[in-house]
């Protein structure tokens, strides 16, 4: 569920004060607390109980500092804390040996009540993992949700949860699969240029949800310019909207960025693989890539596109291409038509377009026999040569 209507990190007071006015109830996804949990065996336990509950359901909110009276806030307390930066780490390491497989992707915040109490809110994501088992000295359960609070797992509950998990994978590999297959028969939204492609893939994994669907608005076209476009032309399609480079829209394009409705996106680009021989990768296409992707996550970052979600990238029609370098070294020649690179599950929106694909630019390097980018210094840090 999505609670409010701005990332976590630009909540105020006055936010509280909207849900306490409304009389918005706990729910599935929405549960109240008057105080923080002791830092003790147990009341660790019910920490993890509670994330742990939400990770194996839907994800949802848990909110420290709001009194309650049958489901319903009536009253802003806030809660002593004296160090945010020490609970959050607190809670992590909690996360990383209490619960087992880790919960990821847990976001974080403590809104100012005064000078002394603040509102703590703990933002979890549904696991793709789950699910997630508590895991405390002689403790070993596994906990969900539903609209009377949390309840245990019984057996059919992990049966069904298993099988969720497994789904899901599957549905973001066979999306992945069946769009790279439609793309290299140029069954796509537009004719595309021939020649070897770049195709980027952001999937949010609760793209899949039923009935998932992201309003952009009116003035998307700027958060979703095509990968290597000068300029480009925009249009609605009948599963969401596309920018595109191109000389008219009768023509063949050049390149695409497409977002569905249920916020997955897909970019793809015909010309920064073609060099003048049509046999060369240029390095400097690392860079272009890192600029669209960061412009991609602050665009889903805008839109309330939640994470976790996965950059799949790949390269077609690429047999017989060489990574181009100065250095006079004889660089191998990619022998498969098509790099599947395995992608990269982001769970946050702190770390930058360069981290997060480095392990796929490397991946584009050793399939030429080199060890790695050299866009990057030995310590992986983006230097662009």
Not at 22 to 27: L, Q, V, W
Not at 107 to 127: C, T
Not at 223 to 238: C, K
Request: net charge negative; aromatic share 10%; proline share 4%.
């Amino acid at each position: 569920m999505e609670l409010f209507n701005k990332p976590l990190i630009d909540l105020k007071i006055d936010d509280i004060n909207t849900i306490v006015q409304n009389k918005i109830p706990e729910s599935r996804g929405l549960d109240y607390k008057r105080e923080l949990p002791p830092q003790t065996d147990a009341g660790n336990k019910e920490l993890l109980k509670d994330i742990s509950a939400f990770a194996n359901t839907t994800g949802g909110y848990l909110i420290y500092g709001i009194e309650e009276k049958e489901g319903i806030p009536t009253e802003i307390l806030g809660v002593d804390v004296n160090n945010f930066d020490g609970l959050k780490q607190r809670i992590e390491n909690l996360l990383r040996t209490g619960v087992d497989p880790v919960i990821r992707a847990v976001d974080f915040q403590a809104v100012d009540v005064n000078e002394s109490k603040k509102i703590i809110i703990i933002k979890i994501p549904r696991s793709i993992a789950r699910p997630h088992v508590v895991k405390i000295k002689e403790h070993f359960r596994f906990y969900g949700r539903n609209s009377s609070g949390v309840h245990q797992l019984e057996i059919e509950d992990l049966r069904r949860a298993f099988l969720e998990s497994e789904t899901l994978a599957t549905k973001i590999k066979n999306f992945r699969t069946d769009r790279i297959s439609a793309i290299s028969t140029n069954e796509t939204f537009m004719p595309l240029e021939s020649g070897a492609k770049i195709i980027l893939h952001l999937i949010p994994e609760s793209s899949f949800d039923i009935g998932k669907k992201y309003d952009f608005g009116g003035n998307w076209t700027s958060d979703f310019v095509p990968i290597s476009a000068s300029g480009w032309n925009s249009r609605m399609t009948f599963d969401g909207m596309m920018t595109y480079w191109g000389a008219s829209k009768e023509s063949i394009i050049y390149n695409y960025t497409h977002i569905y409705k249920n916020g997955i996106l897909e970019a793809v680009d015909s010309v920064l693989l073609t060099g003048s021989d049509k046999k060369f990768i240029s390095p400097g296409y690392e860079e272009e890539l890192i600029r669209k992707l960061n412009l991609y996550l602050n665009s889903f970052k805008k839109y309330q596109i939640e994470l976790p979600a996965w950059v799949c990238l790949s390269l077609i029609g690429v047999k017989g291409h060489k990574m181009y370098t100065d250095w006079g070294r004889d660089v191998s020649c990619i022998y498969s038509d098509e790099l599947i690179i395995t992608p990269i599950r982001i769970e946050n929106y702190d770390l930058p377009a360069d981290k997060i694909l480095k392990p796929a630019f490397d991946s584009v390097w050793n399939a030429c026999g080199l060890k790695q980018s050299i866009n990057y210094d030995n310590d992986g840090n983006w230097i662009g040569r």
